[in-house]
């Protein structure tokens, strides 16, 4: 287990966590703001303690439900609640390890670019940003076409994403608006103690361009809820 857990410094925390540990801490470090930390028992939230954009992802969730990057499976916990279809998706294999632990059914370490189920599913749950996956604006055809690739016809993906856009716009704000690339595109490294994986591209996309980019590759965009600081839900329905 060692060797799986040396760049997944999610993972070997939320098996500490598992096992007893609190207080614990994942350094996140990027291009565009300062450090920040996420509280590893955020990842272990139950329903009540969701933000109501994720609320409100899970009550669209119909038929049976991929949920990619599931993490340590507190979507899919709450969707076997409901007598829902769900199966988790992630590449860590330490969260894999705690999602089965604390009773996901079904539970699978692989990548969502590579992963060939033997059935198709209705409902891709995207949450925290999990369109991210697309890591830039020009692979963003990439993950709509993988994505296609595992819905059944008529099937939906749930997202949710942020537009970056206050962070250039805001009076406090100490961001200049990048020239050569799209504002949404940032890189991550995340590190626990010593584990750190390579840095990694992660996508936020404002509505109005993915609803035109879902458009161009096949889906109807819908928005089904907005936050109160440049966050929204919505689904992209697959039309073709």
């Not at 709450?78 to 988790?88: A, F, N, R, Y």
């Not at 890189?187 to 609803?211: C, G, N, R, V």
């Amino acid at each position: 287990m060692g060797e799986e857990l040396k760049s997944d410094p999610l993972g070997r925390a939320a098996l500490e966590y598992l096992g007893g540990a609190r207080g614990l801490e994942i350094k996140v470090q990027s291009n565009i703001v300062e450090d920040d930390v996420i509280p590893v028992d955020y990842l272990f939230r139950s329903y009540n303690e969701m933000p109501v954009l994720e609320q409100k992802a899970l009550n669209h969730c119909t038929g049976r439900v991929l949920d990619v990057g599931g993490a340590v499976g507190s979507h899919a916990l709450e969707l076997q609640k409901k007598g829902i279809d769900v199966t988790l998706l992630d590449t860590s294999y330490g969260c894999c390890q705690v999602a089965r632990q604390r009773g996901v059914k079904n539970v699978i370490n692989e990548d969502f670019y590579t992963y060939e189920p033997t059935e198709k599913f209705d409902t891709l749950l995207l949450m925290m940003n999990g369109i991210g996956i697309a890591a830039a604006l020009e692979h963003l055809p990439v993950f709509l076409a993988s994505a296609k690739h595992l819905l059944n016809p008529g099937g939906r993906i749930i997202l949710d994403s942020s537009d970056l856009r206050y962070l250039y716009i805001d009076e406090d704000s100490y961001c200049e608006l990048p020239e050569e690339r799209y504002y949404g595109e940032v890189m991550y490294t995340m590190a626990y103690k010593k584990h750190k994986t390579q840095p990694f591209e992660w996508l936020f996309i404002d509505s109005a361009l993915l609803a035109v980019k879902a458009k161009e590759n096949g889906f109807l965009f819908k928005m089904l809820a907005e936050g109160e600081h440049y966050d929204y839900l919505t689904s992209l329905t697959l039309i073709k």
